[in-house]
């Protein structure tokens, strides 16, 4: 069972955010800003999808999980509060966020079916959002200086991506949930994630009047491709998700509780 403590960030999100906020760099800021569009709506399934999970598991082991689904739900809901304040900075920017209506419309399909589903389709994507936290983490100076808030937001809800990372995916597993479909739900999650980010990022960087600049592709092929890239260092991490034996504790998360340690005074633990 993982402890999971609920924090409240130190943070106001009340003043504007700068266009270019991301270390001003306008490809690096428009996926961020992506990202954020899709978490309001993507973590409120996330703690439907858990929530049930735990209903459905046998009334015994119910208790095993307890305390972990209300400090896994107390973390996404505070994220996706943040996240709120910050898409509204966005909305006020011109930016439209496409995403979320697109997901609403495909969570309908999911209506009514074995619970299982939404937790496998949940732990593919805590998959990925502990391996970009964890990249994060290590890379903290890509998000630059322009804005301490917003890398301040970033890091720590990373660093408790990092911490919950495995909640979804063992409920997953006690509910008796398959490797099979475990994995077909993370081919297919793979493929309309990357492609949902890619087209709110080029919906964001055409509002943003930069798609068609050198300098945002180029900034591109750094951020994904480049030594310290996303892709090139999250690619094995991947990976690993499709190994039968695979669990997300194998990764490290020593990134996660050095960042949570040495910044103490961001944040306030809730209810502690
Ligand atoms: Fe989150
Ligand atoms: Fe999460």
């Known amino acids: 069972m993982t402890h999971l403590v609920v924090r409240r960030l130190l943070v106001d999100m009340e003043a504007p955010i700068p266009r270019h906020w991301c270390a001003g760099d306008p490809f690096r800021t428009a996926f961020l ?15 439907d999808a858990v929530r049930n999970g735990l209903k459905a598991l046998p009334p015994e082991q119910q208790d095993r999980f307890r305390a972990e689904v209300q400090g896994f739900v107390g973390q996404e809901a505070t994220h996706r509060r943040l996240h709120g304040l910050y898409n509204e900075h966005l909305r006020r920017q011109g930016l439209v966020n496409a995403w979320e209506v697109r997901s609403k419309e495909r969570l309908k399909q999911l209506e009514g079916v074995d619970p299982r589903h939404p937790l496998a389709i949940t732990a593919a994507f805590e998959h990925f959002t502990a391996i970009f936290a964890d990249w994060m983490l290590r890379n903290a100076d890509m ?4 804005d301490p ?22 409920l ?3 509910l008796g949930g398959s490797h099979e479909w475990r994995i077909t739900w993370f081919r297919r999650i793979s493929i309309t994630f990357l492609g949902d980010a890619l087209r709110q990022t080029i919906d964001n960087l055409r509002r943003d009047g930069t ?5 945002t592709w180029a900034g591109a092929m750094r951020f994904l491709l480049g030594k310290r890239g996303l892709i090139r260092q999250t690619f094995g991490a991947w ?7 695979f669990h997300p504790t ?5 990134a996660s509780a050095q960042w949570l340690e040495a910044h103490r005074d961001k944040y306030v633990p809730v209810g502690a």
Do not use: C, K
């Open 143 to 146: 998000l630059g200086e322009q």
């Open 149 to 170: 808030r917003l890398a301040t937001l970033w890091l720590w809800h990373s660093a408790e991506e990092t911490e919950h990372r495995n909640t979804a995916f063992d």
């Open 239 to 245: 990976r690993d998700y499709f190994r039968r034996d």
């Open 211 to 215: 798609l068609w600049q050198w300098r």
């Open 172 to 174: 997953y597993q006690a």
């Open 250 to 254: 194998d990764h490290d998360a020593s």
């Open 33 to 47: 800003n992506a990202l954020s569009m899709s978490f309001p709506v993507g973590e409120q399934f996330f703690i």
